[in-house]
């Protein structure tokens, strides 16, 4: 029987995948960061604190939709999309001073199968993260179980070279079963993350922020803060990649 060391096992570790860059590592350079969601709206009220810190430190962040919030695909033509949506998303990440980029799937009939597979990977490929994040897959949204699913594969199929991590969004009706492994304090980002959210007027904003809002409140409690956004770290996550 032969007894393997730690040193060597973490050896085997680094070896097998490469650490991502965190923060503290990447001081003076900048990270890329994509955040990926079912539909415009979906990162903002994830992540919008915390992409706000983000870029504040001078950072690059891709919001990644997976539709343009376009209703009645196939019929339609998918790449032309919603154009209140769009304009919506727009002014969302000029907010956040982030990029829209949208993966042209239909609104609520989002495709698993092998091409989309590697279509979502060859597109999170071309953006090369350092920190990758999306939905909860036990979620009540098909198209937020979808995205979570092609953006787990993607991560997997390009080696988990970098940070990846799960967020939660309207708690109860879509996000269920969700217990944060980390926390980020957005007390200071939340009036932009509220303004992004806002930006959304087509999708009832005061609705879904009073719900969103007590569960940034409730992680707060959690972790010591006003409020605060929770992830869900993967266990073999290089790195941390957390503002
Ligand atoms: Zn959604």
Redesign the pocket.
């Given at each position: 029987m032969s007894f393997i060391s730690r040193r060597k096992l973490l050896a085997g570790v680094s070896a097998a995948v490469p650490a991502a860059r965190t923060l503290a590592q990447s001081s003076g350079s900048k990270l890329k960061i994509v955040v990926t969601?079912?539909?415009p709206?979906?990162p903002e009220y994830g992540c919008g604190g915390t992409i706000a810190r983000y870029t504040d430190l001078g950072h690059e962040v891709v919001l990644l939709y997976l539709n343009r919030g376009e209703k009645g695909c196939p019929e339609k033509d998918p790449s032309a999309g919603s154009a209140v949506r769009v304009a919506e998303a727009s002014k969302a990440c000029e907010i956040l001073k982030a990029r829209p980029v949208f993966a042209g799937q239909c609104d609520g009939n989002a495709i698993v199968d092998l091409a989309h597979y590697d279509e979502f990977r060859r597109l999170l490929e071309a953006e090369k993260p350092d920190v990758l994040f999306t939905?909860w897959p036990i979620d009540g949204?098909p198209?937020?179980r979808a995205i979570s699913t092609l953006a787990y594969d993607a991560w997997l199929r390009l080696g988990k070279r970098f940070s990846f991590y799960y967020y939660e969004?309207?708690n109860g009706e879509?996000t269920l079963m969700f217990s944060p492994t980390d926390y980020v304090d957005i007390s200071a980002t939340e009036p932009r993350k509220r303004a992004a959210c806002y930006a959304h007027a087509s999708q009832t904003p005061d609705k879904f922020y009073a719900l969103q809002s007590q569960v940034t409140r409730y992680r707060g409690l959690e972790s010591g803060y006003a409020q605060a956004e929770g992830f869900i770290r993967h266990a073999q996550s290089p790195g941390h990649g957390l503002p």
């Open positions: 969601g079912g539909h709206g979906d939905h949204h198209d937020h969004v309207s879509d």
